[in-house]
C-alpha cells in the first residue's frame, strides 16, 4: 500500500497541463463537499433551545436544526457523483501509464488503487481551504463552535479525501488497463436491469395507490415514509430508463436515421447505451425532488395563506421552504457541472475517433450536433419519466391537504432540460480540438 501512496503521489506532482483540469476540479469537489459537511456538523453541535439571529429562528429549536443537517448531509450526494465523474476523467486520461504499470507487473486491483489514491490527492488542498474558509466565515460572524464540534471539523477534513478515494474505487471498479495499452469497460449482464425496471414501476404504482386510497389517518401518518419510497423508486426507475432508452434509440436509429449525425450519436449510443445512466443518474434524482418539491412548495404556501397565519410566523415557514429550495438549486448545479465534465471526458476519449472523421470529411457541425444528440436522445424519455415520479409526490401531497395541484411543476422537467444541453455545449470547444486532425498522430 505504502508503494501505491509513494507512485500516487509522484504520479500526481509529475500532471501535466491537461491533467490540470482534474485535478482543480476534484479539489473544487472536495471544497464543496467539506463546507457542506462542516456546516452540518455545526449546527448539530448547538445543543437545546437558542437564540440565533439568522433564519427567522429556523435554527433556535432543535427538531428544525435536525431538519436543516440532514438537508446539508444530502447535498452530499451530487458532490460524492461529481467527484466520481472527475476520477473517470483522470482513469482515461492516464491510461498509458496504467499499461506501462501493468507491464512493470502491476495487478488491475494496484491500478485502481493508485488513481483512486490520485483522486484522494487534489482533494486534500479543497477539503484544508474549505475548513480554512468556514473558520473564517465563523470568526466574521462572531460563533465560537464547542471543543466537540472543533474535534468533528478535524474528522471532516480527513474523511473528505478518505470519501473521494472511496468514490474513486467505485467509480473505476470496471475499468481494466491492460498491458497492450489499451482501456476497456466491463460491465455486467444488461438482462435483470429490465426486470429490476419492472419492479421498479409495480412497487412504484402500489406505494401510489396505497398513498392515495387508503383511510385519510393512514395517508397523513405514512406519507413521509411514502414520500421517501417514492423518491427512491422513481430515481431508480429513471436510472434504468436513461440506459434502456439510450440503448433502444441507438440500436433503432442506427437502422432508420438519415442524418449524419443522428446516425454517429446512435452508434454511440448503441456501442456504450449506460454511459448516460452513469452521467445522469446523480440528475435525474435531483429532477425527481425538484418536481416534487416544486408541487409541495405551492401547496404548502396555498395553505398557509389561506389559513390566516401571521407574517412574523409565515417569515420561519417560507425561510425552510426557501432553504429546501436553494438546496435543491445547489444540487442541480453540482449535477450539471458534473454532466459537462462526463461529456467533456467523453469527447477526450474519442478524440482519435473525431479525428479521424474530421480527416475523412465529415463536417464539424455535424461532429457538434451529434455530441449534442449524445446527451439530447436518452435524458428526453428519463426526465419525463422524473416528471411523472415528482408529479405522483405533489398529487398525493395536494390531496391529503384537501387542495388544487399547481401546475408549475410540469415546468420543471423542459427547465432542467434546457439547462443540460446548455451545461453539454460547454464542452464544444473542446470537441474543436479533439477533432482536429493532428490528433490522428497519437494512434
Same mark, same amino acid.
Given at each position: 500500500?505504502?508503494?501505491?501512496?509513494?507512485?500516487?503521489?509522484?504520479?500526481?506532482?509529475?500532471?501535466?497541463?491537461?491533467?490540470?483540469?482534474?485535478?482543480?476540479?476534484?479539489?473544487?469537489?472536495?471544497?464543496?463537499?467539506?463546507?457542506?459537511?462542516?456546516?452540518?456538523?455545526?449546527?448539530?453541535?448547538?445543543?437545546?433551545? $437558542?437564540?440565533?439571529?439568522?433564519?427567522?429562528?429556523?435554527?433556535?429549536?432543535?427538531?428544525?436544526?435536525?431538519?436543516? %443537517?440532514? @438537508?446539508?448531509?444530502?447535498?452530499?450526494?451530487?458532490?460524492?457523483?461529481?467527484?466520481?465523474?472527475?476520477?473517470?476523467?483522470?482513469?482515461?486520461?492516464?491510461?498509458?501509464?496504467?499499461?506501462?504499470?501493468?507491464? @512493470?507487473?502491476?495487478?488491475?486491483?494496484?491500478?485502481?488503487?493508485?488513481?483512486? %489514491?490520485?483522486?484522494?490527492?487534489?482533494?486534500?488542498?479543497?477539503?484544508?481551504?474549505?475548513?480554512?474558509?468556514?473558520?473564517?466565515?465563523?470568526?466574521?460572524?462572531?460563533?465560537?463552535?464547542?471543543?466537540?464540534?472543533?474535534?468533528?471539523?478535524?474528522?471532516? $477534513?480527513?474523511?473528505?479525501?478518505?470519501?473521494?478515494?472511496? $468514490?474513486?474505487?467505485?467509480?473505476?471498479?470496471?475499468?481494466?488497463?491492460?498491458?497492450?495499452?489499451? $482501456?476497456?469497460?466491463?460491465?455486467?449482464?444488461?438482462?435483470?436491469?429490465?426486470?429490476?425496471?419492472?419492479? @421498479?414501476?409495480?412497487?412504484?404504482?402500489?406505494?401510489?395507490?396505497?398513498?392515495?386510497?387508503?383511510?385519510?389517518?393512514?395517508?397523513?401518518?405514512?406519507?413521509?415514509?411514502?414520500?421517501?419510497?417514492?423518491?427512491?423508486? @422513481?430515481?431508480?426507475?429513471?436510472?434504468?430508463?436513461?440506459?434502456?432508452?439510450?440503448?433502444?434509440?441507438?440500436?433503432?436509429?442506427?437502422?432508420?436515421?438519415?442524418?449524419?449525425?443522428?446516425?454517429?450519436?446512435?452508434?454511440?449510443?448503441?456501442?456504450?447505451?449506460?454511459?448516460? /445512466?452513469?452521467?445522469?443518474?446523480?440528475?435525474?434524482?435531483?429532477?425527481?425532488?425538484?418536481?416534487?418539491?416544486?408541487?409541495?412548495?405551492?401547496?404548502?404556501?396555498?395553505?398557509?395563506?389561506?389559513?390566516?397565519?401571521?407574517?412574523?410566523?409565515?417569515?420561519?415557514?417560507?425561510?425552510?421552504?426557501?432553504?429546501?429550495?436553494?438546496? %435543491?438549486?445547489? /444540487?442541480? !448545479?453540482?449535477?450539471?457541472?458534473?454532466?459537462?465534465?462526463?461529456?467533456?471526458?467523453?469527447?477526450?476519449?474519442?478524440?482519435?475517433?473525431?479525428?479521424?472523421?474530421?480527416?475523412?470529411?465529415v463536417p464539424r457541425t455535424v461532429l457538434v450536433r451529434?455530441?449534442?444528440?449524445?446527451?439530447?436522445?436518452?435524458?428526453?424519455?428519463?426526465?419525463?419519466?422524473?416528471?411523472?415520479?415528482?408529479?405522483?409526490?405533489?398529487?398525493?401531497?395536494a390531496r391529503i391537504a384537501g387542495t388544487g395541484v399547481?401546475?408549475?411543476?410540469?415546468? %420543471?422537467?423542459?427547465?432542467?432540460?434546457? *439547462?443540460?444541453?446548455?451545461?453539454?455545449?460547454?464542452?464544444?470547444?473542446?470537441?474543436?480540438? *479533439? !477533432?482536429?486532425?493532428?490528433?490522428?498522430?497519437?494512434?
Amino acid at each position: 500500500m505504502r508503494a501505491d501512496i509513494r507512485m500516487a503521489w509522484t504520479l500526481t506532482r509529475g500532471s501535466g497541463r491537461g491533467e490540470g483540469w482534474r485535478i482543480a476540479l476534484t479539489a473544487l469537489g472536495a471544497l464543496a463537499a467539506t463546507g457542506f459537511a462542516l456546516a452540518a456538523v455545526a449546527v448539530a453541535a448547538v445543543r437545546g433551545q $437558542v437564540s440565533i439571529p439568522f433564519a427567522h429562528g429556523l435554527l433556535n429549536q432543535p427538531g428544525e436544526r435536525a431538519g436543516v %443537517v440532514l @438537508t446539508l448531509v444530502l447535498l452530499l450526494v451530487p458532490v460524492l457523483g461529481f467527484l466520481g465523474q472527475c476520477a473517470r476523467i483522470g482513469a482515461v486520461h492516464r491510461h498509458h501509464r496504467m499499461a506501462a504499470m501493468r507491464l @512493470t507487473g502491476a495487478t488491475p486491483a494496484q491500478v485502481r488503487r493508485i488513481a483512486a %489514491v490520485e483522486a484522494a490527492f487534489p482533494s486534500l488542498p479543497g477539503s484544508v481551504a474549505g475548513c480554512a474558509l468556514f473558520a473564517v466565515l465563523l470568526a466574521a460572524a462572531g460563533h465560537t463552535p464547542p471543543p466537540l464540534a472543533w474535534a468533528g471539523f478535524a474528522v471532516v $477534513v480527513l474523511a473528505v479525501p478518505v470519501a473521494a478515494a472511496l $468514490v474513486g474505487v467505485l467509480a473505476l471498479r470496471r475499468v481494466v488497463a491492460s498491458p497492450l495499452d489499451e $482501456v476497456r469497460r466491463v460491465g455486467p449482464q444488461r438482462g435483470p436491469r429490465a426486470a429490476f425496471g419492472f419492479l @421498479t414501476a409495480g412497487a412504484l404504482i402500489s406505494a401510489v395507490g396505497m398513498l392515495l386510497t387508503g383511510p385519510t389517518s393512514l395517508r397523513a401518518a405514512a406519507f413521509p415514509v411514502l414520500v421517501v419510497a417514492l423518491v427512491f423508486l @422513481t430515481g431508480t426507475g429513471v436510472i434504468w430508463a436513461a440506459g434502456a432508452s439510450a440503448g433502444y434509440l441507438g440500436r433503432r436509429l442506427t437502422r432508420r436515421a438519415r442524418q449524419p449525425a443522428v446516425l454517429i450519436a446512435a452508434g454511440r449510443l448503441a456501442h456504450d447505451p449506460w454511459a448516460a /445512466a452513469r452521467t445522469h443518474a446523480a440528475l435525474l434524482l435531483v429532477t425527481v425532488v425538484g418536481v416534487a418539491f416544486v408541487g409541495v412548495r405551492g401547496v404548502m404556501l396555498e395553505i398557509l395563506h389561506a389559513s390566516g397565519t401571521l407574517p412574523e410566523d409565515l417569515a420561519f415557514y417560507t425561510t425552510g421552504i426557501d432553504l429546501a429550495g436553494t438546496t %435543491v438549486l445547489v /444540487a442541480l !448545479a453540482i449535477s450539471l457541472c458534473g454532466l459537462a465534465v462526463g461529456t467533456a471526458e467523453s469527447l477526450a476519449t474519442r478524440r482519435r475517433g473525431l479525428a479521424a472523421q474530421a480527416a475523412a470529411g465529415v463536417p464539424r457541425t455535424v461532429l457538434v450536433r451529434a455530441a449534442i444528440l449524445e446527451t439530447a436522445l436518452p435524458l428526453a424519455p428519463a426526465l419525463l419519466l422524473a416528471g411523472i415520479g415528482g408529479t405522483a409526490v405533489c398529487v398525493a401531497y395536494a390531496r391529503i391537504a384537501g387542495t388544487g395541484v399547481p401546475l408549475t411543476p410540469l415546468l %420543471v422537467p423542459p427547465a432542467v432540460y434546457a *439547462a443540460c444541453l446548455l451545461a453539454a455545449a460547454t464542452s464544444l470547444p473542446l470537441l474543436r480540438r *479533439a !477533432a482536429h486532425p493532428a490528433e490522428l498522430r497519437f494512434t
